[in-house]
């Protein structure tokens, strides 16, 4: 369908050359590409993976609004009405120290992947020091009271997962913060700017608010579609029965569960129950799966992209993937 | 007019996002087509400040408007009156008093524009639960934990798995009234080393998808625990005279477990269909309850 109607565009630059010079042929590819992309789409409409790409985009972008709506309403309330001393006092001033109390903060305050990004971009824009927001921009989906029960019903009778789960996912924040503190370049990472109006001491406070809230939730929900539709794709295309070829070594299991974990973007509070239905795979391996879910997926990805930049995203997420594998092995293994 | 629009654009999509979310909460249970019945309350809230916080903005940028002058007047070189409006001299549009970011979020990032597809799907063309697709592709299946089950009938008359076993007959036969019973309670007693479904009649109900041969199908139910990406399935291997019920409906079946003691316990255990009626979707698809008495 789409190649007819390129093919046919092909002939037109030629007629439409001599009056205005580049942009008309192009514009009419475009047009025609789209016209038989949208003609393909309406055929497919109904097919079933196509129905379901649909269904699980729309799935993701429904369950994750909402804590996305609450993580830019804490972070524009953050922005407008928090001054910035309070964190410095309630923060050690070492970064290195830092850090781990961010990282136990995260694990004591509920909430979720899609929250969490918005509220460290604007921790580090009240002056918070980047190492420590982004250990607790790992931790506080990884490890809340809500997922850790999540994940003592996934896994009843084996408390060990818990634990397990909580004390990988702890360790891995703690040392994407110190990693951070010892090589990370203030460069790489594009502060959130936030929207306008910063420094008028004289606007409305409420109307900062609502400026700040708007901005970042659209920015953050336009990322989050991306995400989404990129994990939709591949909830449809990739068909289970790939993963069960790693089951048998234990070695490829650790990585294949860890990369079904990026791909698939199942929320922290679910992935347990995702990771208890992976039968035939090693305890460290559906480990590897909760640790590496809440830290490293497409979804968050794309928000981190949005929020901090693409080559922030691209270096942060690969080494908390290695960082978050390497620690379920060390805790997995040493629990055993 | 066009600079009218660019500016109110962000905040109607907020509120086009919160509006889609109420539309399938408030008096619908569309949201269960997506996510699970926890998030309804999260899911009002947010749909509530997004929709407030969009007219906010959309009321905020009307009045900020009305405020500025829409024509001035001024003299040209000849001294003659004349009348220019400032927005067109401007080039983009203002935005109250902070004129020199006043771009930034005029336009709003251009990535939120995607916002606009899940919102517009969910008001307009609400994309269906899932179905027989994911059901049937080589799907994760839904752990059923190993229970003590009780047994079954309380109008049963033998008492006791053994009895009901040896006596499969006369007490299929005796007991009229099926047991209604959840996918994951009869794929759990089909592993009962009790056998406690031997020869009983229960009660299904789950949606269907087409089998490998002729006279098998499956029934289906998908649970979810959070959103619909995380949907694992539970099936049940159906045989049956005729053609299969249309892929997708659903159904509610009685019938008897038949034992398959050579098949891995893993797989779909696989059951006699004795009747079976269309019904309607469930309210909740991805719960997996027991058929309604009705």
Sequence with gaps: MVETSLGSARHIPAAAAETPPRRRPALLIGVLAVAGAT?????????????????????????????????????????????ERVFTRVLPRNPALAV????????????????????????MRRGVTPAAALAFLLSAPAVNPVVLVATAIAFPGK??????????????????????????????????????????GARNPLEEFRRGFQHDFLQAGGFLVVGAAAAATFNVLVPPSVLRVFADQPWLGVPALACLAVVLAVCSEADAFVAASLTGFSPTARLAFMVVGPMVDLKLIALQSGAFGRAFAVRFSSATFVVAVLASILIGGALR | MKATFRGLAPSLLVALVGAALLRITVGSDVFLQYVKEGLRLPLIASGTVLVGLGIAGVARRLTERRREPVMRFGRDAEGNAVWH???????????????????????????????AAPAVLLLCLTPPPLGSFSAN??????????????????????????????????????VSVPTPMSLTEFIGRSRDPQKSLAGRKVR???FVSPGAQAGEWYLNRLVVSCCAADARRLR????????????????????????????????????DVADRHAVPQPRAPYRDLPPSDG
């Design chain 2, 85 to 115: 409006r400032p927005a067109e001299h401007d080039g983009h549009e203002h935005d109250g008093p902070g004129h020199e970011h006043g771009h930034d979020h005029g336009h709003g990032p251009r990535v939120a524009w995607l916002l």
């Design chain 1, 159 to 200: 408390p060990e997962m818990v634990l397990a789960r909580l004390l990988a996912s702890l360790l891995t924040a703690v040392v994407m913060g110190w990693l951070w503190v010892a090589f990370g370049r203030p460069e790489w990472l594009r502060l959130p700017t936030g929207p306008a109006g910063h420094g008028e």
């Design chain 2, 236 to 271: 049940v291997l159906v045989h049956a005279t005729g053609p299969a019920p249309a892929t997708d409906s659903w159904v509610d079946l009685t019938g008897t477990w038949r034992p398959t003691p050579d098949v891995p316990a893993t797989s779909a255990p696989r059951i």
């Design chain 2, 204 to 206: 299904l109900t789950g």
């Design chain 1, 39 to 83: 003609a393909a789409l309406v055929r497919v409409w109904d097919a079933g993976g196509v129905q379901t790409w649909r269904t699980v985009m729309v799935a993701i972008v429904v369950q994750g609004v909402p804590f996305l709506v609450l993580g830019t309403v804490v972070s524009a309330a953050i922005g407008a009405f928090v001054p």
């Design chain 1, 100 to 123: 781990p109390v961010a990282g136990v903060a995260g694990a004591v305050l509920p909430g979720c992947e899609c929250a969490s990004v918005p509220v460290a971009g604007s921790l």
């Design chain 2, 137 to 174: 592709r080589d799907a994760t299946d839904a752990v059923v934990e190993p229970a003590a089950y009780a047994d079954i009938a309380p109008s049963a008359p033998g008492q006791g798995a053994q009895k009901a076993q040896n006596a499969q007959d006369t007490a299929g036969a005796s």
